[in-house]
């Protein structure tokens, strides 16, 4: 009698353990669309496209414009007690 006891201890044990391991990772399985018949489908989620991000742009600092050196038309005048007619400068 104590070794069906022994046993039955042991049986019921593993039974408990079995009973309490986690599910597998294949939820859809247990919850899915099986419609009540037995054949489950797998959900299906519909997701917009990805998003890339454009490349960051870097504007080149804009050129730099070195205008020639201007030429001023200076009108006669008297300079230093001399008659200068128009010239430029």
Do not use: F, Q
Request: glycine letters at 12%; proline letters at 17%; a positive charge.
């Amino acid at each position: 009698m104590k070794r069906l006891a022994s046993v039955a201890a042991i049986l019921g044990l593993a039974t408990v353990g079995v009973a309490a391991m986690p599910p597998d990772a294949n939820a859809w399985w247990r919850g899915g669309y099986g419609y009540g018949i037995g054949i489950y489908v797998p959900p299906i989620y519909v997701a917009p496209p990805a998003y890339y991000a454009p490349p960051v742009y870097y504007a080149p600092p804009p050129p730099v414009y070195y205008a020639p050196p201007r030429h001023y038309w200076v009108p006669a005048h008297w300079e230093g007690g001399y008659w200068m007619r128009g010239h430029w400068e």
